[in-house]
């Protein structure tokens, strides 16, 4: 059975509605009420008589007609975040109720040992031997810019919250700046605006998703005997972007080294704010816990590495 299969689509219609009001009203703010009046006369014709709505559309002027097509597009956007929205409830529900994959995977792993398929030493193996690499690749006719995706994933974490008056607004603003923003790319994308979408998908992965799955293969191998170094690196990721030589002329040897100095300079970005958290955290005191050989002879081994790094103190 689907995890949708049990769950009535009402909530997902009442949210599409509230996204399609918010639109309508951003659309008198930003276009007037003439174009928001021949948005709802082509939408009603639509349901009611297609060929009339065709020609309508066929005798507006070519500016009229695009705006009514962006209109259009815009909603579209809008409804298909609702439903990732209600998809990702749904599934959290069937993981709540039946465990996640891993988790199901450790039952059957369990079985298996119960009827002797499989022996501790076959598992231990197995998990050592989990290495996980997802790769992106380059996508060149990709035309999403990263504005309208940072936007519309606003829209589906305040959809996610309860309905306020402030939520509401928010959303609004939100789309009265997707409104305003062009869609699509109006020039080719370089290799460095393929690479910044990318680190786009990456850093939410690396909000959520992926520290959730290193979770999950802990608790798994946890429950069936089996202990997950932290340290190891049981998921890492690829890219062939600003690397691919097989077609894409402007990944040039220039292009590639300017893609990697934006990847080192991002992750240092992203790593600092964890970072300086982590130095509020770990207050603990030489004279009273000193660090252990193996931390002493890491932190040595990376200022050898680092030579120009400094040391940061901190209250």
Known sequence: MSPLADLSDAPLREDIRRLGDLLGQALVRQA?????????????????DPQRAADLIDGLPLERATTLARAFSLYFALANVAEQVHRARAVAVERERSGGPLAQVATAIRDALESGALT???????????????????????????????KLTRIAALLDLPRTPATDRDIAEAI?????????????PQ????????????????????????????????????????????????SWIGGDRDGNPFVTPEATLGVLALQHDHAVRALLPHIEALSGQLSVSERIAPASRALRASLEAT????????RASAD
């Open 32 to 48: 007037g009420e003439e174009t928001f009046a021949v948005v709802e006369q082509v939408r009603a014709l639509v349901r009611e």
């Open 191 to 238: 290799v460095s605006d393929e690479a910044r979408n990318a680190l786009f998908y990456l850093d939410d992965l690396a909000a959520g998703a992926a520290s959730e799955v290193l979770g999950e293969f802990a608790e798994a191998g946890a429950a069936v005997g089996v202990a997950v170094d932290p340290s190891r690196r049981v998921l890492t990721f690829g």
């Open 176 to 188: 009265d700046l997707l409104w305003q923003t062009d869609e699509l790319r109006l020039e080719q």
């Open 120 to 150: 501790a030493a076959d598992v231990a193996e197995g998990f050592a031997a989990v290495a996980a690499r997802p790769v992106f690749t380059a996508h060149p006719t990709e035309a999403s810019r990263r504005s309208v995706l940072l």
């Open 303 to 310: 200022s050898r590495r680092c030579p120009t790094s400094t």
